[in-house]
């Protein structure tokens, strides 16, 4: 079937219109690199002084501002206060504050237990910031996942061009607008460029891409900076994160707690469980208990509810009602209201492997539930799927939680919660294979926006040894060589009279 005349011109003149503005954020970003660059390369960022006092200002922005966020993401995700307060404006503010408390011990070098062989000099490892880093945010949680990167990436010394998501756009632009009022202008930039334009921004060469999203707009970013060798950090969604739910276990709290991780944010979230794996003798009891913590939380009616979101556009709703509407039975929920972006809070039953819900990322506040007959089917289920994001586990049997962590492979593991793994600032959170590479969060944050250098200072006072090593090779110090070896391989590991 051929394309309408009038729908070919609308795309037509819609091309020509974001040309020139892709080609203007472009030039926008090639303008900020250079002054990104110039200030790094100046030592701008470099004192630890000068990253506190960065560090203090964002907390400062957070605080003076909490209504502006509030604000914006009540518009872009009708997000609750509630919502906004604890999960993105408090969680950045208390990685900031722990950056803050522990920067100068970060910052010193790591000194190497000395060997024979370093008796007389010093090894060390030093933390150097990498330069340039582009941050690349996702629009679930517009605040948290572009400024808990930015945390670890100033405590490093780094400059920082931030993207927020073009989707959360009010959010967006209140980063926009506030970032220069509050950090360096030098060294600190937002830009407001599409999911389209990223592969040609990612081809100006950062010294590292960090990027939280789709595995599709992920695998172009990685693409894109292989061809510059420039290193990544991939925090991927578009996968299934399970949640295996025991005959053994507690199951109002396991209820409640599930129900939190899957409509908070109206399902919108990198980290909330995509499916539950349900024992069978577990099975009634447990969705009696989603019903009755529904009805708790968002009332009769979740489309009045001050507590419940609402879809960020009309693209993802749809995404979410269409394979909803093709897989299992609605149990609880299926409402849909278009011109409001709303889904109720829906739970379908008797669903399995092959349904769509279950064949795509679904953003949005879907809980399928299938049935598996024991912790080994649960296990083969999720092994021959790929590696998600997260795990999660509800059991009172410790051997059971422990095979759950010890014989699935993910990004992070949960047991008897959901979603605040992913949240401390004392644990590294990321993906692994198809949920991406690379971690951060707290001292991890930090790691992941420092290049490790390895230093040997070196005295001259040996040279009575090291002679040996020089032309013109003699078979006799070759001989002497190989018996100090042999003799440090037995005590302090291989030593090199070098």
């Not at 993105?88 to 000194?111: C, D, G």
């Not at 992913?422 to 951060?440: D, K, N, R």
Request: with cysteine; proline share 5%.
């Amino acid at each position: 079937m051929s394309t309408p005349p009038t729908r070919w011109f609308k795309a037509l003149r819609r091309n020509r219109l974001e040309e020139p503005c892709m080609k203007t954020r472009l030039l926008e970003c090639v303008e900020l690199l250079k002054r990104a660059r110039a200030a790094f390369q100046a030592g701008r960022a470099f004192d630890e002084s000068f990253r506190q006092a960065q560090l203090e200002a964002l907390v400062r922005m957070l605080v003076e501002h909490e209504c502006d966020f509030v604000d914006s993401l009540g518009r872009d995700l009708h997000k609750p206060r509630f919502e906004t307060v604890v999960s993105e404006l408090t969680l950045v503010k208390s990685e900031a504050l722990h950056a803050i408390n522990n920067l100068k011990k970060w910052m010193e070098p790591q000194r190497v237990e000395r060997n024979l062989t370093t008796t007389l000099d010093e090894c060390l490892v030093v933390w150097e910031p990498l330069g340039v880093v582009l941050i690349v945010g996702a629009w679930c949680s517009p605040v948290q996942l572009c400024l808990v990167p930015l945390v670890g990436a100033i405590a490093a010394g780094n400059c920082v061009i931030l993207n927020p998501s073009e989707c959360s756009s009010h959010t967006s632009e209140l980063l926009h607008h506030l970032i220069p009022s509050y950090l360096d202008n030098e060294c600190y930039h937002v830009t407001l460029a599409g999911v389209n334009d990223l592969t040609e921004i990612v081809d100006l060469a950062f010294d590292h891409v960090f990027f939280t999203g789709n595995r599709e707009d992920g695998g172009r970013v990685a693409q894109a900076a292989a061809r510059t060798l420039t290193p990544v950090t991939l925090v991927l969604g578009g996968g299934k994160n399970p949640c295996y739910v025991d005959q053994q276990c507690d199951i109002p709290t396991t209820a409640r707690r599930i129900t939190w991780a899957r409509f908070h944010n109206a399902g919108q979230s990198m980290v909330a469980p995509d499916y539950v794996l349900c024992h069978a003798e577990a099975k009634t009891q447990l969705l009696q208990a989603l019903r009755c913590c529904l009805l708790q939380f968002y009332g009769s009616d979740p489309q009045e509810s001050r507590s419940f979101g609402r879809m960020v556009n009309l693209e993802n709703l749809h995404r979410t009602t269409d394979p909803l509407r093709r897989s299992g039975k609605v149990a609880v929920g299926g409402q849909v209201n278009e011109a409001e972006k709303y889904i109720a809070p829906t739970i379908l039953t008797d669903v399995i492997d092959s349904d769509p819900i279950m064949q795509q990322e679904v953003f949005g506040p879907v809980l399928p539930i299938l049935t598996v007959n024991s912790v080994d089917e649960a296990i083969s289920f999720i092994c021959r799927r790929e590696k998600p994001l997260c795990v999660y586990a509800y059991s009172s049997n410790s051997k059971v939680i422990s095979r759950l962590m010890s014989e699935t492979s993910s990004g992070s593991f949960c047991s008897n919660d959901s979603v605040l793994q992913s949240l401390m600032v004392v644990l590294p959170f990321g993906g692994v294979g198809a949920s991406g590479m690379g971690s951060y969060h707290g001292r991890y944050s930090f790691d992941t926006f420092s290049h490790r250098k390895s230093c040997l200072l070196r005295s001259t006072c040996i040279e009575c040894v090291t002679y040996l090593r020089y032309p013109p090779y003699e078979e006799h110090n070759l001989s002497l060589m190989t018996w100090a070896s042999s003799l440090s391989q037995k005590s302090q590991g291989w030593c090199q009279i070098l």
